[in-house]
């Protein structure tokens, strides 16, 4: 079974159009949730780091909150330069390596 | 600038040939980490090591082989064992024992012709 699952697995947007990703995970003792922006044969860049069912964390047009089981990402307004996959991952407790779901696609058209 | 930077970007390897990954970070970072990416599918974790000549397999490691001799340094060797080798590798680091975010470098495409 997955720990962290990422839904949709593509999203298609209009210019403008508003949406949200969702990331759902399922380990027991979570220290923190980070969500990643990567560009096609380009490394992941950070984005994120959430660590508290509640916590909310804004850039631009980009908002990240999280729950007990689920953290969004919202993007307001999109523009075709935020099309890119946008990957979550978590960190369980200890010092364990950064645990990735599948990502999202997401494309904006003008 | 700090950073972490891999090389070659692109690497095609013969039938039955081992080939190595550089990776370099200069951040000063403990821990070093080797995820492998297929299309369709997220990060999966193949090696990490947070301190020097010491390493831990992560859930894809056959076929796979690291070292780690200095600090700033974790090459990754993809061995003839691995019969799907064709991917985009990725290393990271991040510091322990501190929840924080793991940096990235911009990977190395992998074909096997």
């Known amino acids: 079974e997955d720990q962290v699952t990422q839904s949709p697995e593509a999203l298609r947007l209009q210019e403008g159009e508003s949406s949200s990703l969702n990331c759902s995970y399922t380990?027991?003792?979570?220290?923190?949730l980070f969500w990643y922006r990567q560009d096609p044969g380009k490394g992941p860049e950070f984005l994120f780091t959430l660590y508290s069912a509640g916590e909310e964390k804004e850039k631009e047009r980009l908002k990240a909150t999280l729950t007990k089981k689920e953290s969004f990402l919202h993007i307001t307004a999109p523009k075709p330069e935020d099309s890119a996959t946008y990957l979550c991952a978590v960190q369980e407790t200890g010092n364990t390596p950064l645990v990735f779901g599948k990502g999202t696609r997401l494309s904006v058209i003008a | 600038d700090g950073g972490i930077t891999q090389s070659p970007k692109y690497l095609f390897r013969k039938e039955g040939q081992n080939v190595t990954l550089s990776c370099e970070q200069n951040l000063n970072h403990d821990a070093m980490y080797w995820y492998r990416q297929d299309p369709g599918q997220g990060l999966r974790l193949i090696y990490y090591s947070q301190i020097v000549n010491d390493f831990q397999k992560g859930d894809i490691a056959e076929g796979y082989s690291v070292s780690r001799e200095k600090k700033e340094s974790f090459p990754l060797t993809v061995t003839s064992a691995q019969k799907n080798p064709t991917a985009f590798y990725l290393c990271?680091?991040?510091?322990?024992?501190?929840?924080?975010?793991?940096?990235f470098g911009q990977g190395t495409r992998l074909t096997v012709v």
């Open positions: 380990v027991s003792g979570l220290r923190g």
């Open positions: 990271a680091s991040s510091i322990i024992g501190a929840v924080t975010e793991a940096f």
